[in-house]
């Protein structure tokens, strides 16, 4: 277990600097089920774009992505019944499930969104993105929920709600990148009300238009992230300072790219390590206030997506 564990932990260090930085902040147990966690998200995201800790990669032809996809389902339905996997990836997937009791539902649902990405789906509403957001990072941000002992679905919806926000935040930065690899995740009427076509976003003349975009979406987001800080608020307290941490550093890149406008793609848009860390000791007040019962950030969740109901995920997942 320690050795998959390490294994992990260097997985997350050289993949994701940010969600590496708030894992520290996790006691011992809670941060063995993140690493164990990522390294499961991060390999599939890798295999289905054919990249390197999300780098340096593209899309594959279609045919070889969708065996990728059908073969990372079989290993995962595998490492979910139990069976043993001399991969590393799946054995730590299987460990962390079993040690904090996460729904094999859920793990599929993530799957289900690397699905949208093989079979080229297209986001037409604002609820097309966030339906994506939330299976490539809001049913991420549920299983790290089940990591740290939650179990009520009120506060479940929080954690679901995080992952979202951080995943709008994405689709921002990367807005660019990701056209260029035929992958708009932007609500493609959003872009038709401000004159961008959907084959056209990468254009520099239409900058304008992707910034007033963006802008709308990042909106979005802070209504998210807002609602995420009810459900820090239920959190034992390391566990809220490392959710608060990353909420605090995820929100800092979607207002630096708010601030650069039609720059915003020049570079990718990152925080610094000083800002990070000043980001990190304000999460801890923010974690400490919750404890006090003070929690003035904290949004009800009307009108925000909901996550879908398992029973009707579990038919529509599986092949065939």
Known sequence: MDDLVERSRAVIERGSKSFAAAARLFDPQTRAGAYLLYAWCRHCDDRTDDQELGFDGGRLPPSEARDRLAELEEQTRSALRGETSADPVFAGLAAVVRRHEIPEHFPLEHLAGFRMDVEGRTYRTLDDTLEY??????????????????????TLDRAADLGIAFQLTNICRDALEDASLGRVYLPADWLAGAGVPVDAVPAPGHRDGLVAVVRRVLAEADRYYDSSALGISRLPFRSAWAVAAARAVYRDIGRLVLRRGAAAWDGRAATGRGRKLALVLLAGGTAAATRLGRNPESAPRDGLWTRPAAPSFEKAARPG
Request: proline share 5%.
């Open 133 to 154: 957001c939330y299976h490539v990072a809001g049913v991420v941000g549920v299983m790290m929920a089940h990591i740290m002992g939650v179990r009520d679905e009120p």
